[in-house]
């Protein structure tokens, strides 16, 4: 079972970076192959409905953005750490929410309406200041 540990989260001004790491662990170890199985970030405002960010396959070949992060938002992963990163830049206070790392066994999972991962993070809070 993959289990992921999201850190890196916290206050940031409008226009600046954070990057958020997700550290996986049993993903070197699933069935499935590094070409398919993916990881990616989602992040859920008070009131607001989840929302998937992007997303990267285990060997980096293939990722996926939200139309509404591309340009500012760079997933990438570190196999060797065995950790997920989402670089975030020209922050906005509308970013401010709770991001969540997730795990599946193909990257086109991360954008159909479903609620079960093979793997969740417990999150972490990134609040954009104006």
């Known amino acids: 079972q993959v289990h992921l540990v999201e850190s890196g989260g916290g206050v940031v001004q409008a226009g600046g970076s954070l990057r958020l790491s997700c550290k996986a662990s049993?993903?070197?170890?699933?069935?499935?192959?590094?070409?398919?199985?993916?990881l990616g970030w989602f992040r859920q405002a008070p009131g607001k409905e989840r929302e998937f960010l992007a997303a990267?396959?285990?060997?980096?070949?293939?990722?996926e953005y939200a139309d509404s992060v591309k340009g500012r938002f760079t997933i990438s992963r570190d196999t060797a750490k065995n950790t997920v990163y989402l670089q975030m830049s020209s922050l906005k206070p509308e970013d401010t929410a709770v991001y969540s790392c997730?795990?599946?066994?193909?990257?086109?999972?991360?954008?159909?309406?479903?609620?079960?991962?093979?793997?969740w993070g417990q999150g972490t809070q990134v609040t954009v200041s104006s």
């Open positions: 997730a795990a599946d066994i193909y990257l086109e999972l991360f954008t159909v309406p479903k609620n079960e991962f093979d793997g």
């Open positions: 990267i396959t285990w060997d980096g070949g293939k990722s």
């Open positions: 049993g993903v070197s170890g699933s069935i499935y192959p590094p070409t398919s199985y993916a």
